[in-house]
């Protein structure tokens, strides 16, 4: 045996040596995280959030030759159209003081919820090739989509109040006019409450997407757009159930603001603040509990 083949042979082997590891603290890929830090990673996706929103809102009619036009153009058309329907040939305003700008209003902001509610019940659904891409809180869409709602939505809020000074009777600005904008906010946290809830529905029971219309179509005959509570006060029932109902508060606050100098009672807000608390509040958990679902091919 050579010396250099000796020496081979006296080199010490290595020992192997057992090692625990402690998986406790490692969490699985794609699992859901806790609540509050749920919210502390919605937080820090809030850049991505108000991207998202700006350029799909810049982007979203640019196939149209009359682009964001239609933002404002749908709601006019709309409401001619209900202004023909129920005003003239039905006359459902009868007795409706300035029933032009009590019209305008209720189908300026009750489209607005429409609009907000239809996009964030379907945008999981129609996300799924982000969902697989990457890793994030999947309840940053359903917010992307009701902030998109409401920047597009400006110009539509802008108009509605145009239309109620120019056409006659015109109303007078006052300071009432800035209860506007806790109207319009308490209507957005409703909105993004009740997207969250449908959100998941939807990516589940996709099926459900078609029924929304009509429970929207239906909701809007509930919440008094082209007609007065008033007709309903030989029906106790009806009319108490329909001063619950969170839209119908929101149309009523905004034309007591705007027509009426008024703010307001405080029942009808607290009315609306608490529909809308709650439903951000059982939307969010309602969404978080179904996290790890969100794009998987049943």
Request: some cysteine; overall charge positive.
């Amino acid at each position: 045996m050579s010396a250099k083949t000796q020496g081979k042979a006296q080199q010490p082997q290595p020992t192997l040596v057992a090692t625990s590891v402690s998986l406790r603290d490692l969490d699985r890929v794609g699992a859901r995280p806790a609540f509050l830090d749920y919210l502390v990673s919605l937080w820090d996706y809030r850049h991505f959030v108000l991207y998202d929103a700006r350029s799909r809102v810049q982007t979203g009619n640019e196939q149209d030759r009359l682009g964001r036009v239609w933002l404002v153009l749908g709601p006019l058309l709309n409401g001619l159209m209900f202004y023909l329907i129920m005003g003239l040939l039905l006359q459902s305003g009868a007795g409706i003081e300035n029933f032009v700008a009590f019209l305008i209003i209720g189908v300026f902001l009750f489209q607005m919820s429409v609009r907000a509610i239809t996009s964030s019940s379907r945008v999981i659904a129609s996300s799924k090739n982000v969902i697989h891409a990457f890793t994030f809180p999947r309840a940053s869409l359903v917010l992307a989509a009701n902030l998109r709602e409401l920047l597009s939505n400006v110009p539509v809020l802008i108009t509605m109040l145009i239309l109620v000074i120019v056409l006659p009777p015109a109303e007078e600005i006052s300071w009432r006019w800035f209860m506007l904008l806790p109207i319009v906010a308490l209507q957005f946290i409703f909105n993004l409450g009740i997207g969250l809830v449908l959100a998941r529905v939807v990516s589940v029971f996709n099926d459900a997407s078609q029924l929304i219309s009509y429970a929207m179509r239906l909701w809007m005959y509930g919440s008094c757009m082209f007609f007065s509570i008033e007709r309903f006060n030989d029906m106790p029932l009806v009319r108490g159930i329909m001063e619950y109902n969170p839209l119908y508060n929101v149309l009523h606050l905004a034309r007591e603001c705007l027509l009426y100098g008024q703010v307001g009672s405080w029942r009808a807000w607290a009315i609306l603040a608490l529909w809308s608390a709650s439903a951000l509040v059982v939307g969010m958990i309602f969404f978080w509990r179904g996290e790890e679902t969100y794009g998987r091919e049943l």
